[in-house]
């Protein structure tokens, strides 16, 4: 890419100035400036959760030297399995809604025929 000379830099700054206007210049920086703050203070936590991670260390537990003597084991008694819940779709819901906006048109035109 070329370099920019401040001729150039000029004409960019007046058209961005044209398009955007004087007034909403400033606050777009402003802006800017604190998302990019907020940004790194972001990076910069996580750097630091990283580093906590790998610096702590986990301590493993030796296995008891005598092994515990074997339990029974109980027959397990069934557990009913929980009824599944049926979640009609968009398109099921709009077809019951259809039929009953058609059920309660017919029963308001019933009483005007009589």
């Known amino acids: 890419m070329p370099n920019l000379g401040p001729t150039e830099l000029i004409i960019i700054g007046l058209i961005l100035v ?31 959760e990283d580093e906590a991670d790998t610096t702590t260390t986990t301590v493993v537990q030796a296995p008891p030297a005598v092994a515990p003597a074997p339990q029974p084991i109980a027959p397990a008694t069934p557990v009913p399995a929980p009824e599944p819940v049926s979640v009609p779709s968009a398109e099921e819901q709009a077809r019951r809604l259809e039929e009953q906006a058609a059920r309660l048109r017919a029963q308001s035109a019933a009483p005007k025929a009589q």
Not at 37 to 42: A, M
């Open 18 to 48: 044209l398009l955007f206007g004087a007034k909403k210049l400033p606050e777009a920086a402003r802006g800017l400036g604190r998302s990019l703050r907020i940004f790194k203070s972001e990076t910069a936590k996580l750097r630091e």
